[in-house]
């Protein structure tokens, strides 16, 4: 009896520490510097410094460092392909001639890799002109931009 109870009580105490260390490894927190007006689902930002933080499951925040402090917070899902996490931190737009959309954010893992909603205005721009694909533009933490030649798609 004293076994089967040190048994369950390991078992417990496992379990509990995994899930808190899981709770506080998928929180995330980046800083990067966007060189680009852009929106995240229906809130528009101005460039600046931006801070990405998760403060609660499937939920980020957008929130501008410097200027007008805007916030958003904004629902995510998690990345639709472990090839989106790739070792690499950072913050991926989808590109409309002049306008940005935040597409996803990630710290380089798949399990913090999250893809956010296609905003009704960007949905609109897509179906607009249907034959152009929209143009890729990944943003470095340091802020220098790199255009995807290869990845350019469709929005639907």
């Given at each position: 009896?004293?076994?089967i109870l040190s048994v369950t009580a390991a078992t417990i105490t496992i379990c509990l520490?995994?899930?808190t260390a899981y709770s506080q490894s998928s929180k995330l927190r980046l800083r990067f510097h966007v060189p680009f007006a852009f929106s995240a689902k229906n809130e528009s930002?101005?460039?600046g410094e931006y801070e990405v933080t998760q403060p609660a499951h499937f939920f980020l925040?957008?929130?501008?460092l410097v200027g007008n402090h805007t916030s958003a917070f904004e629902p995510v899902v998690p990345a639709q392909s472990r090839k989106?996490?790739?070792g690499r931190v950072r913050l991926v737009f989808h590109r409309y001639d002049n306008q940005y959309f935040l597409a996803f954010v990630s710290d380089g893992s798949w399990e913090s890799t999250y893809d956010f909603e296609i905003s009704k205005e960007e949905t609109l721009l897509a179906n607009a002109s249907p034959r152009k694909p929209v143009t890729i533009v990944s943003v470095n933490p340091n802020g220098t931009a790199e255009v995807a030649n290869d990845l350019t798609r469709h929005v639907q």
């Open positions: 009896m004293k076994r520490l995994t899930s930002f101005p460039a925040r957008v929130h501008n989106e996490g790739n």
